[in-house]
């Protein structure tokens, strides 16, 4: 595939989040300088879930920001990755277990996060996700109480040439494929009733 093809969404997802991730930030500190000054709106729910939906806000623009942005040829550290993970997690069901202590390319990185969606549309009722890494080797292990795998939708990743037509919350079935083939990866899928693993 052309690089301009891979390229130009990433750099619109990457021009998305940067514009965003500024106001959200804004909106954050306007909160917090609200309940210093003792003025204006008295504390309670309604400033709470405020500050709740901003902080989700801002985890998500974090994650999307690697995850459909512009990779570069940055790395990001085990403090960094882990950061964006909990605090996006932090009210989920899904359980998420970073065990990479060293520093990975954001490339990598990149396609860890949109394996991770794909994860997420197995696992209706929460679960544990578990992230490894050797000699570039990637892995990531799901364990549930249930695993409902689409099988048409999966087979975007492991089958060339297989087509269908996706939702939006899904498009990282499209994507992740393209990225790695583009880094000469192959992507597996070993999955079961309790537990599933995807590699690249």
């Not at 930030?25 to 306007?30: L, P, Q, R």
């Not at 583009?182 to 597996?188: S, V």
């Amino acid at each position: 595939m052309d690089q301009l093809n891979i390229d130009l969404p990433a750099l619109i997802g990457s021009r998305i989040c940067h514009d965003l991730i500024s106001p959200i930030g804004a909106i954050n500190n306007g909160l917090e300088l609200l309940q210093m000054s003792g003025t204006g709106a008295a504390p309670g729910p309604e400033l709470a879930l405020i500050g709740q939906s901003v902080e989700s806000a801002s985890a998500r623009i974090r994650f999307f920001r690697i995850a459909f942005g512009a990779a570069g040829d940055q790395t990001m550290g085990q403090n960094e990755v882990t950061s964006i993970l909990r605090d996006l997690y932090a009210a989920s069901r899904v359980e998420i277990d970073w065990q990479i202590t060293s520093p990975q390319s954001r490339n990598g990185v990149r396609m860890a996060f949109l394996a991770l969606l794909c994860i997420e549309t197995a696992l209706h009722h929460g679960g544990r996700i578990t992230i490894a890494e050797e000699a570039g080797r990637w892995s990531l292990r799901a364990e549930a109480d249930k695993i409902a795998v689409d099988p048409e939708l999966w087979a975007l990743l492991t089958q060339p040439g297989a087509d269908r037509r996706l939702q939006p919350a899904q498009v990282q079935f499209a994507l992740l494929p393209i990225l790695a083939e583009a880094q000469g990866k192959e992507i597996t899928l070993d999955s079961g009733e309790t537990a599933l693993t995807l590699s690249f």
